[in-house]
């Protein structure tokens, strides 16, 4: 793995997790970004998770300009916030646990700002090794396209790599190339756990009549070396 950074830009951005440097580029997620993972049938690389680095600049982080982002685990004061966004964007509700989130927040120097989105993974079937449904990623309309979103995903991608075999997200058609730009590959609804199968019917049921659009599985991938 690359050496940590002491001198990265985004160094106050990040909170330091136990004895980890405070910046530097999390191999896992830079495999994702450079299109180099490997593996077998979306199964995540081992030895590369929450022990590992964290994420740093690429594909998702912020523009010059944009929000200064502070990215940490979920607490349940963070839940009524998180709620109402994924109410106002007609997501699924339920299964909402503020242990399993990361939220990004904004970074007020010595304090917190506004929370601006979060995201959390949820196991599908057995608790240690089984299938991950990455779920519940929102950010708060106004702070959209300046990649607090790909931030919050590159950070969960970083942290969860060890717990599951596979990983699978549900989004509409118009989300899929946030996800496949970190690895995710569409696939048929056979290939999805049961569970997430009628959660499936529900949302492409729900945005088909709100905004037009189906709802798409998608897996992390396989990805040839360069």
């Not at 077998?40 to 998702?60: I, K, Q, S």
């Amino acid at each position: 793995p690359p050496p940590p950074s002491s001198t990265c830009p985004h160094a106050q951005e990040h909170v330091p997790r136990g004895n980890s440097p405070p910046c530097s580029v999390c191999p896992f997620v830079q495999n994702i970004q450079k299109g180099r993972m490997k593996g077998r049938g979306g199964e995540l690389p081992r030895g590369r998770g929450r022990r590992g680095p964290r994420a740093g600049a690429g594909p998702g982080s912020a523009s010059p300009g944009a929000t200064r982002l502070r990215l940490r685990q979920g607490r349940s004061v963070d839940m009524p916030t998180l709620r109402n966004l994924i109410l106002e964007e007609r997501m699924n509700p339920l299964f909402l646990q503020a242990e399993r989130f990361i939220v990004g927040v904004e970074d007020a120097g010595a304090g917190e700002g506004q929370l601006l989105g979060g995201g959390q993974i949820r196991a599908i079937g057995p608790p240690d090794g089984g299938a991950g449904e990455i779920a519940s990623v929102i950010v708060r309309a106004g702070s959209r396209g300046q990649g607090v979103g790909g931030r919050i995903l590159d950070e969960l991608l970083c942290r969860n790599a060890d717990g599951f075999s596979s990983l699978f997200v549900l989004t509409t058609g118009g989300g899929a190339d946030f996800y496949r730009r970190r690895g995710f590959e569409v696939v048929d609804t056979a290939a999805v756990p049961a569970p997430m199968r009628v959660e499936q019917a529900i949302g492409s049921l729900v945005a088909g009549l709100a905004r037009g659009e189906s709802c798409v599985a998608m897996r992390l991938g396989r990805h040839p070396a360069d």
